[in-house]
Structures are given as structure tokens and as C-alpha cells.
């Protein structure tokens, strides 16, 4: 896949527990983050969002994240492996 996978969610939210169970299924491994104050540092406004991080240059110290949510994170659940 080539980006490491964040996965932002609550605890208590149905549609995060479908989510993480198609991670799971799927065998994507990814981080689990359900800090609040990180998520809107991050710009994540909607749950569950996964946000993927790949190298942004050659020397691969800075990362770039992508945040999927919504239809766009259906998709990607698709699509993936």
C-alpha cells in the first residue's frame, strides 16, 4: 500500500466499529486515534475518517496526510487489497 493508515474514532460510535471491522478483515494495520484535541489539530471534522500519511519528498522526512471520510472512505475500503 506504501501509507501508513491512522484511523480516527470514538469508542461508542456504531459506524467507527464497521469501519474498524473492515480494517481488520481486510488486514490493513493501521494506528487508532481517539483524541479528541488530535483530531481537530489533524482537521478531521467527521467519524469515522482514515487518514493516510505518505512520504511528501525524496528524503521521506516530511509526511502528507489524506483524510478520508464519507463515500470517499467507502471507496477506498472498496478498493483497497
Known amino acids: 500500500m506504501g501509507s501508513k493508515v491512522i484511523f480516527y474514532h470514538s469508542l461508542t460510535c456504531p459506524s467507527c466499529a464497521a469501519v474498524e471491522m473492515m480494517l481488520k478483515k481486510k488486514g490493513i494495520e493501521y494506528t487508532s486515534c481517539i ?12 467519524i469515522p475518517t482514515v ?3 505518505t512520504p511528501s519528498n525524496e528524503q521521506q522526512e516530511e509526511q502528507s496526510e489524506k483524510l478520508l471520510f464519507g463515500p470517499s472512505l467507502s471507496q477506498w475500503l472498496r478498493e483497497v487489497k
Open 51 to 53: 487518514g493516510l500519511l
Open 35 to 46: 483524541d479528541i484535541e488530535e483530531m481537530k489539530a489533524k482537521g478531521v471534522k467527521h
